[in-house]
């Protein structure tokens, strides 16, 4: 499995865009990169993901680098309701290796009012 | 549509107990999957259920076993408790497409402590 580095923390004031890294070096080139998030005292959700290309849907953007060794989540006005830890997940498209979500540790947003 | 379910959501067990923790899917999907989730952790895969087979397992002992059942429901039965089960327990659904799974749902969970 590939590995994810994301900082511990980050705080954002409401209203303001976030910009949430992610550094996957070790990613394959098959991997796809999901983004799930865990509201607090709730299971995760889903956010977005993406290959290599940027994406955009209703909850957030996914900025791939070019070398797809690191993406960028971001929240265009963060929200109190935004508040959560946000997991950067690679994860094979097919076979059995695209079977479960390895999640690390993430990183816990805070908003600020 | 109601999402993934799961019962109970929180439960308190003595050591050397077992337990059985369930949930049913979203309504559509076919698959589901079980996560442990220790405090300050993010969640760990203990295995998914397809077609009512075990079809990938984690890193967990024989002591964590499952079932799904012909409506695409499943069960979690963990025998032996220890302390160190003390959880929170997820399940997840999602829709196989081919040789590929849609995005996964999960549900609430179920708090597990064991003293």
């Known amino acids: 499995d590939a590995k994810t580095t994301q900082p511990n923390s980050m705080e954002s004031n409401e209203e303001e865009p976030v910009h949430l890294p992610c550094n996957h070096s070790t990613i394959s080139g098959t991997d796809y990169i999901h983004w799930y998030r865990q509201l607090p005292s709730q299971g995760p959700e889903y956010v977005i993901h993406?290959?290599?290309s940027n994406v955009n849907n209703r909850m957030a953007s996914l900025a791939i680098a070019e070398d797809r060794k690191s993406s960028t989540l971001i929240l265009h006005r963060a929200t109190l309701r935004d508040a959560a830890v946000y997991y950067c997940i690679p994860r094979p498209y097919s076979g059995a290796g695209s079977y479960q979500l390895t999640f690390g540790k993430g990183t816990k947003l805070s908003v600020i009012p | 549509d109601a999402g993934v379910t799961q019962s109970p959501t929180h439960l308190i067990k003595t050591r050397g107990q077992q337990v059985t923790l369930r949930c049913s899917p979203k309504s559509g999907h076919d698959t589901v999957s079980w996560y442990q989730q220790a405090l300050g952790q993010g969640p760990q895969f203990i295995f998914q259920y397809y077609e009512e087979e075990e079809r990938q397992r984690g890193n967990f002992p024989d002591r964590f076993s499952g079932h799904q059942f012909p409506n695409y429901s499943s069960e979690l039965n963990v025998n032996a408790l220890l302390l160190g089960d003390s959880a929170l327990y997820l399940c997840a659904s999602s829709l196989l497409r081919g040789r590929t799974s849609t995005e996964a749902f999960f549900g609430q969970g179920t708090r597990l402590t064991v003293v």
């Open positions: 993406g290959l290599t």
